[in-house]
């Protein structure tokens, strides 16, 4: 167990420096371009899930996320003290690597995000929608075909920084990471609950709909 909660920090400080140092750098080459820096932001962002799904999903499944770790509990596939550490490992992680991309970039270590325009029920509605769709994917391609997960989350997370309105946190360790960086990825922290709840909604509706279309051995 050790192994696997080494594994679940690392991957998901991996993520948040990913998040965070690409939104600085895109930030600082695009000149004012929301555009080209939400691209990098998105592209690093899948390029490096891809990677840490690959790597180490052997180790610990790559949960790096709370969401799917509380998925994998309701489908009885992760006992609940495991699943508790492993939660507080992807927090830990994720805290992490937030502080460590700031140290990359020369940036105060300890900061409170002032991004103030992720709120209001089209944002929660898009998180519901982007963490619902995280999972599908995911339970989706372990029905179907496992080997292509890493890949599919990858795709399927590049592509949810566009097409939601939230640009897709979809992971409570990832949004409460963020509101720590007071960069282009920041959140602020008096909104990151609801965010934190609208994703919880979502495995609870994915949930129910696993267990009727994607359940194991169906």
Known sequence: MRLKLLAEAAGTAML??????????????????AAITLLANAIATGCMLYVIITVLGPVSGAHFNPAVTLAFFLRKDIAARDAVSYM???????????????AMFDLAILQTSTTLHRTGGAQWFSEILATWGLLFVIFGGLKSRPETVPTLVALYITGAYWFTSSTSFANPA??????????????????IAGFIAAQLVAVALAHVFFASVLRPGK
Do not use: E, K
């Not at 948040?16 to 371009?33: K, R």
């Open 16 to 33: 948040l420096i990913s998040v965070i140092g690409s939104g600085v750098m895109g930030a600082a080459l695009a000149d004012g371009n």
């Open 88 to 102: 507080a490992a992807q927090v830990i992680g994720a805290v992490i690597g937030v502080w460590a991309a700031h």
């Open 174 to 191: 990832v949004t409460l990471a963020r509101g720590f960086s007071d960069t282009f990825a920041g959140i602020y922290p008096g909104h």
